[in-house]
């Protein structure tokens, strides 16, 4: 029988020029293997690179590779692992300010929240709309997504296609 194999991508968003080395060898560290990515300037933050690199490894390596990463000054990565048979997905999300963030995924990549996250909310927020509202926020990860969003959609060479509001 053959081992189960999980696939993710890990984005850096934002990383200084001294450290891109050190990511790829912790990278690589993690993988078991050695990488290179292809580094882009980030325009959002002069003088930083942003990357995307296409991982395989056995499941539970999105948490490997966000622990070989996490706490560097100055880095903004997210990790994601895709769901798998019998898996649950994961994103690990971290910013210089926030730290680091994980949710579940499901196998679509929506964050999902566990049932016992959405009671201890529930509780938290009593009647109070306002605070359930900020709990589920928390829970979701938004704080992060916010922080990241400028550095995701900052390249041209980007693969992501701009909407724009009209009228």
């Known amino acids: 029988m053959a081992a189960a194999t999980a696939r993710g991508v890990l984005y850096v968003h934002s990383a200084p020029r001294a450290l891109a080395p050190h990511i790829e060898w912790a990278t690589g560290r993690a993988l078991g293997r050695a990488v290179n990515f292809d580094w882009n300037d980030q325009p959002v933050l002069r003088g930083s690179l942003r990357s995307e690199f296409y991982w395989e490894g056995a499941p539970g390596t999105g948490a490997v590779l966000a622990s070989a990463l996490r706490g560097w000054e100055h880095l903004r990565y997210e990790v994601t692992e895709d769901a798998g ?6 994103r690990w999300v971290h910013t ?58 900052a390249s041209d060479s980007s693969q992501v296609v701009w909407l724009h509001k009209v009228g």
Request: proline share 3%; aromatic share 10%; glycine share 10%.
């Open 85 to 90: 048979f019998g898996t649950d997905g994961g």
């Open 96 to 153: 210089p300010d926030l730290g680091i963030f994980f949710a579940q995924t499901d196998t679509v990549g929506n964050v999902v929240i566990p049932e016992d996250r959405v009671r201890y909310a529930m509780e938290v927020a009593g009647s109070n709309a306002l605070e359930l509202h900020r709990e589920l926020r928390l829970a979701l990860g938004q704080a992060w997504d916010d922080e990241l969003e400028a550095f995701r959609h």
